[in-house]
């Protein structure tokens, strides 16, 4: 069964830090392109950050470039997500999966609040 855990969500304050990591099991996701994305209440799911297999091709949101780097290592069958200077519009439920998305891989996110 293939699987991507999502962890290291939490309550930050604004200016704050977090890591996000995701856990992939089931398959390797070596040679695909992986991504975060979010949901805020009532928007639609946005997709913050991918990189590629060569770790060359690396794609930020203008919402997030600067404060957010992603990574991945293959190896560990792992993504990251290193999230600083939060701001209260980064609340949201992060996930990560492949891109393009694929339904079947959606799992059940970690929750990042940002408030003071």
């Known amino acids: 069964q293939v699987q991507l855990v999502e962890s290291g969500g939490g309550l930050v304050q604004p200016g704050g830090s977090l890591r996000l990591s995701c856990a992939a099991s089931?398959?390797?996701?070596?040679?695909?392109?992986m991504g975060w994305y979010r949901q805020a209440p009532g928007k639609e799911r946005e997709r913050v950050a991918s990189i590629d297999w060569t770790k060359r091709d690396i794609v930020y949101a203008d919402s997030v470039k600067g404060r957010f780097t992603i990574s991945r290592d293959s190896a560990q069958n792992m993504l990251s997500l290193q999230m600083n200077t939060l701001k209260p519009e980064d609340t949201a439920i992060y996930y990560c999966?492949?891109?393009?998305?694929?339904?079947?891989?959606w799992g059940q996110g970690t929750q990042v609040t940002v408030s003071s």
């Open positions: 999966n492949t891109v393009p998305a694929r339904n079947e891989y």
């Open positions: 089931g398959r390797s996701f070596s040679t695909y392109i």
